[in-house]
């Protein structure tokens, strides 16, 4: 294990170079290259040995997510949260929501909302509509079944992006690191809420970089300020840039994300007529996160 929450306590402190110049050079050499990079291997996601449990821990650090392998493990919602329980994880806001909004499929369910249908879905971390004090930190997904055709994702290192934007405009990450930047609002009613939303990165109690974004703006009412207005903007080019560091890939039957609620896309794609045989992924996502 790199231990570069110990190593390097200031790296996210923008008043302090010498942590993040060390911790920058290091987290940017020990980034996995592709998909493969970021492969775990396991036996039975729902009863995972220590090695693995250790391999999963390293590439978590390393890329704040991996890809694994089911194994044996039933494609099914119980053993991803078991997977969950096993690297410490398991504070899910599944009681807050729709009971089929965490199988992934084109269901058109909650007025046809786009990760339950065949379209793009553009750069995002998930649930960027919780308030500062209580986010979603891990995003888990499991495929049972991929599309017939197209359905990747690409993802991105929330720490990755965070190297980017001081390296470019180290004023703009200031101000989405400290002001509040958006705040929640209804997509069904328009109604914003005072107490939801907030800052675009921060730290956790853990000294942990987190981060929302969504290119989406229908439940994201942003601040019209100039500077937070100009600081949306070098963010969101960045993003659409798409670095070297962005990895695409598909999860087959079988595979798995675990992740630090990164940043995702899914492309669009070609699904079967034949609803047995629709793309179905499972998702699980976590108020704590792995690495805490
Ligand atoms: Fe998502």
């Not at 987290?27 to 493969?36: C, E, H, I, N, S």
């Not at 079988?254 to 998702?283: C, P, Q, W, Y």
Request: neutral net charge; hydrophobic residues 35%; charged residues 30%.
């Amino acid at each position: 294990m790199k231990r570069w929450n110990v190593k390097y306590p200031n790296r996210f402190n923008l008043d302090s170079k010498e942590d993040y110049l060390k911790w920058r050079d290091e987290k940017l050499a020990a980034y996995p290259k592709d998909v493969g990079g970021l492969a775990v291997e396991l036996g039975n996601m729902a009863a995972i040995t220590p090695a693995e449990r250790s391999k999963i821990l390293e590439t978590v650090e390393r890329a704040n997510m991996c890809v694994y392998t089911a194994g044996a493990a039933e494609l099914e919602m119980s053993s991803l949260l078991a997977l969950g329980k096993q690297l410490g994880v398991a504070n899910t806001d599944k009681s807050s929501r729709h009971t089929q909004s965490d199988e992934l499929t084109d269901s058109g369910i909650l007025n046809r909302a786009i990760p339950f249908s065949t379209r793009h879905v553009n750069w995002h971390t998930d649930a960027t509509y919780y308030g500062s004090d209580k986010t979603i930190q891990a995003l888990f997904l499991l495929c049972k079944r991929p599309a017939v055709e197209g359905g990747s994702n690409k993802v991105l290192d929330n720490e990755v992006l965070y190297i980017h934007l001081r390296d470019k405009d180290p004023d703009a990450l200031d101000i989405l690191m400290n002001k509040n930047c958006f705040k929640y609002k209804n997509p069904a009613t328009g109604e914003i809420s005072e107490h939801l939303g907030g800052k675009v990165f921060w730290i956790n109690t853990d000294g942990h970089l987190c981060h929302r974004f969504s290119f989406r703006k229908m439940d994201m009412a942003w601040s019209e300020d100039g500077d937070i207005t100009a600081a949306r903007k070098v963010l969101e080019s960045l993003i659409s840039d798409e670095s070297e560091h962005v990895i695409e890939g598909r999860l087959e039957s079988g595979m798995g994300l675990i992740s630090n609620n990164v940043l995702h896309t899914r492309e669009k794609l070609v699904d079967s007529d034949d609803a047995a045989k629709k793309r179905l992924l499972f998702r699980a996502r976590f108020y704590d996160r792995v690495n805490a």
